[in-house]
């Protein structure tokens, strides 16, 4: 159990020590349109990569849509668009997709 912990404390510590090395180096260059373009499209990159990994189950060799992640996705969406704010928004997502997933 420890060790779990200890590892995601060490996990933290290098991701936080990489971005400020990254942050540094970064600081103070001038960087090419095409480079400010890729990085422009990064977040979005992986937020997709985080959703789609979410919504697709494999499940006896099958691969299946996860149906609480789709519904408390399009809630989330749905909430965004409506309250135009981000964290509410996502608890509501959270929330509704628990629900769905244990009635």
Same mark, same amino acid.
């Not at 937020?47 to 809630?75: E, M």
């Given at each position: 159990?420890w060790?779990?912990?200890?590892?995601?404390?060490?996990?933290?510590?290098?991701?936080?020590?990489?971005?400020?090395?990254?942050?540094?180096?970064?600081?103070?260059?001038?960087?090419?349109?095409?480079?400010?373009?890729?990085?422009?499209?990064?977040?979005?990159?992986?937020?997709?990569?985080?959703?789609?990994?979410?919504?697709? %189950? !494999? *499940?006896?060799?099958q691969?299946?849509?996860?149906?609480? /992640? #789709?519904? @408390?996705? +399009?809630?989330?969406? =749905?909430?965004?668009? %409506? !309250? *135009?704010?981000?964290?509410?928004?996502?608890?509501?997502? /959270? #929330?509704? @997709?628990? +629900?769905?997933?244990? =009635?």
């Amino acid at each position: 159990m420890w060790t779990n912990w200890i590892l995601i404390g060490l996990l933290a510590i290098t991701t936080y020590i990489s971005r400020i090395i990254g942050i540094e180096v970064m600081k103070g260059r001038k960087t090419s349109s095409t480079l400010r373009l890729y990085f422009n499209y990064v977040p979005a990159g992986i937020l997709s990569a985080l959703v789609v990994s979410q919504l697709f %189950i !494999s *499940k006896d060799s099958q691969i299946q849509i996860s149906f609480p /992640i #789709v519904i @408390g996705g +399009l809630v989330t969406a =749905l909430t965004i668009k %409506i !309250s *135009k704010s981000f964290l509410p928004s996502v608890i509501v997502g /959270i #929330v509704s @997709g628990l +629900l769905i997933r244990n =009635l």
